[in-house]
C-alpha cells in the first residue's frame, strides 16, 4: 500500500515563505513524475509545480519566480519551496505521484490529503 503524506502548510503573512514537504512511503518500486496541485474554495484543482525522476521541471504560470519544486528520489519524498506568497496563493495543497508499486503493475497515480496554505493579507 502507499502513502503519500504532505507536511509544512500553515498561516503566513504576505511576502511570506513556506515548505512543503511530500514523503511517499509503502510498496514503492518506482516514481516517475511527482507534482503539487492545490485546490482554493470553489476552484478546480490545478497544477502547480512537477518535476520528473531527472528532476526537469514545468510551473503555473502564476508560481514562476517564487516557487521552487525539488525532490531527493532516495527518500521519495518531494518539496515545494514557496516564496513571496500571495493571498491568491491560499488553497489545500495536495502532492501526487505518478509511481509503480510493483514491476508487474504500470503506473499509476497517487494523491495524498492535502495540506492548507492560507496567506493573509
Known amino acids: 500500500q502507499v502513502q503519500l503524506v504532505e507536511s509544512g502548510g500553515g498561516l503566513v503573512q504576505a511576502g511570506g515563505s513556506l515548505r512543503l514537504s511530500c514523503a511517499a512511503s509503502?510498496?514503492?518500486?518506482?516514481?516517475?513524475?511527482m507534482g503539487w496541485y492545490r485546490q482554493a474554495p470553489g476552484n478546480q484543482r490545478e497544477l502547480v509545480a512537477a518535476?520528473?525522476?531527472?528532476?526537469?521541471?514545468n510551473y503555473a504560470d502564476s508560481v514562476k519566480g517564487r516557487f521552487t519544486i525539488s525532490r531527493d528520489n532516495a527518500k521519495n519524498t518531494a518539496y515545494l519551496q514557496m516564496n513571496s506568497l500571495k493571498p491568491e496563493d491560499t488553497a489545500v495543497y495536495y502532492c501526487?505521484?505518478?509511481?509503480?508499486?510493483?514491476?508487474?503493475?504500470?503506473?499509476?497515480?497517487?494523491w495524498g490529503k492535502g495540506t492548507l496554505v492560507t496567506v493573509s493579507s
Open positions: 509503502g510498496s514503492i518500486f518506482s516514481i516517475n513524475a
Open positions: 501526487n505521484a505518478n509511481l509503480s508499486p510493483n514491476p508487474l503493475v504500470g503506473r499509476m497515480d497517487y
Open positions: 518535476i520528473t525522476s531527472r528532476g526537469s521541471t
